[in-house]
């Protein structure tokens, strides 16, 4: 596929890599934010009616959960911060009775992504929460830009390119190296 394209366009510097000298011209892509959305809800939308009520803080998550997501670090954390709440929302892909086992998991399942602001707006913390494997450590997470553009305090599992995201841009966010660091 790159050798016969004209162009690849690659959002990960892995897949750049893998582009190599295959692809006639490639060019790093990675994702985006609509940030004037995201600074609008930051600045005037009230938090999500469905976390109105909450109790403080809310550690949250924003995306899929499946594979790839790490419930038994979620669970871990969770157990450890019982008076934290822990808040995910995004579809539901794989069992979660793990999950569904501490009171203080709340799972909201999938939403529109016009409602995604207003659920960060009310996270004291925002998790990348994923299993390193070579998939993962080969994604740049889009989610990494929503909640830096809210103004989210960011903590993700050691991957390749988070790393590489605090290299280009200072420590904006705290990458966990084992379960401890993370909890």
């Given at each position: 596929?790159?050798?016969?394209?004209?162009?690849?366009f690659c959002?990960?510097?892995?897949?750049m890599?893998?582009?190599?000298?295959l692809?006639?011209?490639?060019f790093?892509?990675?994702a985006?934010?609509?940030?004037?959305?995201f600074e609008?809800?930051?600045?005037?939308?009230?938090v999500h009616?469905?976390?109105?009520?909450?109790?403080?803080?809310?550690?949250?998550?924003?995306?899929?959960?499946?594979?790839?997501?790490?419930?038994?670090?979620?669970?871990k954390a969770?157990?450890?911060?019982p008076?934290f709440?822990?808040?995910?929302?995004g579809?539901?892909?794989?069992?979660v009775?793990?999950?569904k086992s501490?009171?203080?998991?709340?799972l909201?399942?999938?939403?529109?992504?016009d409602?995604?602001?207003?659920f960060?707006?009310?996270?004291?913390v925002a998790?990348?929460?994923?299993?390193?494997t070579?998939?993962?450590?080969?994604?740049y997470?889009?989610?990494l830009n929503?909640?830096?553009?809210m103004g989210a305090?960011?903590?993700?599992?050691?991957l390749?390119?988070i790393?590489l995201?605090?290299?280009?841009?200072?420590?904006v966010?705290?990458?966990?190296?084992n379960?401890e660091?993370?909890?």
């Amino acid at each position: 596929f790159f050798a016969t394209s004209d162009a690849v366009f690659c959002n990960s510097n892995a897949l750049m890599e893998k582009a190599g000298n295959l692809a006639k011209q490639r060019f790093l892509f990675p994702a985006g934010v609509d940030f004037i959305k995201f600074e609008n809800a930051r600045k005037y939308s009230d938090v999500h009616p469905d976390l109105a009520e909450i109790s403080k803080p809310v550690v949250g998550y924003i995306g899929a959960i499946s594979g790839v997501f790490d419930q038994d670090l979620l669970v871990k954390a969770a157990r450890a911060l019982p008076e934290f709440c822990f808040v995910l929302v995004g579809p539901v892909y794989v069992n979660v009775s793990l999950l569904k086992s501490c009171s203080n998991i709340l799972l909201l399942g999938k939403r529109p992504h016009d409602e995604v602001a207003t659920f960060i707006k009310c996270f004291d913390v925002a998790l990348i929460p994923y299993i390193k494997t070579p998939f993962t450590d080969a994604v740049y997470s889009c989610k990494l830009n929503e909640y830096l553009a809210m103004g989210a305090s960011v903590v993700a599992t050691d991957l390749r390119e988070i790393r590489l995201y605090v290299e280009s841009y200072g420590h904006v966010l705290q990458i966990a190296n084992n379960q401890e660091d993370f909890i």
